[in-house]
C-alpha cells in the first residue's frame, strides 16, 4: 500500500481540545456515519484495517487521497460499499458469534476486492502456508511460560543485572522502507519503569518532518508526517501499545506487565521480506531468516494482546506482536528486535524493526548507554515545530 495515500492536511488543529478527554472521531471529522464513539487514533486503524484487508490504497475509497485535492468527507462508491460491510459485520459477528469479532473484512477479503467465491484447485492441492490464529492454545507438552520467560530474563544478563537497569539512550539512524524514512538521526530514551520516546530527526534538505512517539508513563503522543493527524495524543489501542513497549524496555520486569499467560507449540518465525526498493542503509536489515522460537502469549494494559516469540537457542526475544481493537477487527503491530549486544551486562537489542499496517521502519542503534540521566521533557508533547 502507498504511503504516499496517507499524506494529507494536518488535521492536528482539530485534535487540540483537553489533555485527557479522547478526541471522538465523530468531532474530528465531517461526515462519520458507523464508526462513532472511537478516539481518533483507533479510527484512523480502522482506516488501515480497511486498507489493509482489501490490498487497497486510501485513494481506492478516498478520491485524490495523496494530494492536496483530498476531500476525506466525500463518499465515493466504494467508501458507501466500506460503510455498509461495517454494518454487516457488527451483523454477523452480533448474530452468529455472541458479539465476538470472529467475522472481519480479513475474513472475507484477503487482499482482494472481490472475495474468492469457490475453492480453486491450486488451493486444493497444494500446500497450504502454516499461518498462526491469533489466539494462542496451549497443546498438551509445551514448555511452561514461566521457564520461556526466566531463560529470557537470564539471557538478558539476569534478574539482578536487569534490576539495575534503570534508564538508556540509544543513537543510530533509520532505514525506512520503500524510499520513505531512511537517513533519519534516532535517539530512543527509555526510563524505568515505564517511559519511552523514538525521536527521529530528518536534516532540514530532506524535507521530511520528523518523526516522534512519546510516552511518559501516562500519555503518549505521535508526531509522523505521514498521517492525516500530522500530530496526535494517544488514546487508543496505541496507547496501551506504547505503555507495553515502554515497559517491556525494561526485561526484568516482564512477568508483571503481561498476565493470562499461555505458550504455544515451539514454532518458527521469519523476517519480514525485503522491500522493493534498496536503500543502502537496508543491507543491515536481516530479511526472510528462520528462526526457532517459543511463543508465550498474554495479557498486557487494559486488555491487549501480546505475543512473544522467544529465539530457542538465545532465549533472546526476537518478536513482540500486539493487537489493539477496533470496531472491525485486531489491528496488528510487529516489533522485531535483532544484533543484540552486551552494554553493562546487560543485552539490548540494536536493531529494531517496526511493522503498522501502514508501513515499516527499522532502527539500527550505534551506541546505548545505561544509566544516564534523561531531559524529562522527552517524554511528553514533542516540542512545537519551529518557524522556517
Ligand atoms: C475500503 C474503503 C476505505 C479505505 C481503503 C479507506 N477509507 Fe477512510 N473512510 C472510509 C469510510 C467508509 C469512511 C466513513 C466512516 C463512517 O461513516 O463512519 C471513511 C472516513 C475517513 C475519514 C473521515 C473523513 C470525514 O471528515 O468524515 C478520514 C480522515 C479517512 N477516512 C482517512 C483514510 C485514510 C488516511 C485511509 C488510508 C490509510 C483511508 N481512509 C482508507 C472508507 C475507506
Ligand atoms: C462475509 C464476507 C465479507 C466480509 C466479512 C466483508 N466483505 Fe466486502 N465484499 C464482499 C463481497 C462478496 C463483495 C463483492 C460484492 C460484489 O461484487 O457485488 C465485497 C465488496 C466490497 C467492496 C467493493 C469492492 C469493489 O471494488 O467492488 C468494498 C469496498 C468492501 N467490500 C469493503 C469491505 C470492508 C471494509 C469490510 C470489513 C468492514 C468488508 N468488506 C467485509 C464480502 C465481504
Request: glycine share 10%.
Amino acid at each position: 500500500m502507498a504511503l504516499a495515500g496517507l499524506m494529507g492536511a494536518g488535521l492536528a488543529a482539530a485534535q487540540t481540545a483537553s489533555q485527557n478527554q479522547p478526541q471522538m472521531a465523530e468531532q474530528v471529522f465531517k461526515n462519520i456515519q458507523v464508526l462513532k464513539g472511537i478516539p481518533v487514533d483507533d479510527f484512523m486503524e480502522t482506516m488501515g484495517i480497511m486498507t489493509a484487508a482489501l490490498q487497497f490504497d486510501c485513494s481506492d475509497c478516498h478520491a485524490n487521497a495523496g494530494t492536496d485535492k483530498v476531500d476525506w468527507a466525500a463518499d465515493t462508491p466504494r467508501k458507501r460499499m466500506a460503510r455498509n460491510m461495517v454494518t454487516m459485520v457488527a451483523n454477523i459477528n452480533k448474530t452468529n458469534f455472541g458479539g465476538r469479532q470472529m467475522v472481519t473484512c480479513w475474513t472475507c477479503h484477503r487482499n482482494r476486492d472481490r472475495p474468492l467465491v469457490t475453492p480453486t484447485m491450486e488451493t486444493i492441492y497444494s500446500t497450504p502456508d502454516l499461518l498462526s490464529d491469533d489466539i494462542i492454545i496451549s497443546p498438551p507438552g509445551s514448555p511452561s511460560a514461566a521457564s520461556i520467560l526466566d531463560k529470557f530474563i537470564q539471557a538478558s544478563g539476569g534478574a539482578q543485572r536487569l534490576a539495575g537497569l534503570t534508564s538508556f539512550v540509544g543513537r543510530g539512524t533509520s532505514v525506512g522502507f520503500g524510499g520513505f524514512g531512511g537517513g533519519g538521526d534516532v535517539e530512543i530514551v527509555a526510563k524505568a519503569p515505564d517511559k519511552r520516546s523514538t525521536i527521529i530527526l530528518f536534516k532540514k534538505e530532506t524535507g521530511r518532518g520528523d518523526q516522534i512517539r512519546t510516552y511518559d508513563g501516562r500519555t503518549g503522543w505521535v508526531r509522523t508526517p505521514l498521517n492525516v493527524l500530522g500530530e496526535f495524543q494517544l488514546f487508543g489501542g496505541d496507547l496501551d501499545g506504547a505503555r507495553f513497549d515502554a515497559q517491556l524496555s525494561f526485561p526484568g520486569q516482564i512477568k508483571q506487565i503481561l498476565t493470562n499467560l499461555r505458550t504455544g507449540a515451539p514454532n518458527s518465525i521469519t523476517d519480514l521480506p525485503a522491500p522493493d526498493s534498496q536503500s543502502s542503509l537496508q543491507k543491515d536489515i536481516a530479511t526472510n531468516q528462520t528462526h526457532s522460537v517459543n511463543v508465550v502469549q498474554g495479557t498486557g494494559p487494559r486488555g491487549l494482546l501480546v505475543t512473544l516469540y522467544f529465539d530457542r537457542q538465545s532465549g533472546l526475544l526476537l518478536r513482540e506482536l500486539r493487537y489493539g481493537a477496533s470496531p472491525i477487527g485486531r489491528v496488528p503491530t510487529q516489533i522485531d528486535y535483532a544484533d543484540y549486544r552486551d552494554v553493562s551486562g546487560v543485552k539490548l537489542p540494536f536493531r529494531i524493526t517496526y511493522a503498522w499496517l501502514d508501513g515499516r521502519d527499522s532502527i539500527v542503534l550505534r551506541e546505548i548507554r545505561t544509566n544516564v540521566a534523561i531531559d524529562e521533557t522527552k517524554f511528553g508533547r514533542p516540542a512545537p515545530v519551529k518557524a522556517q
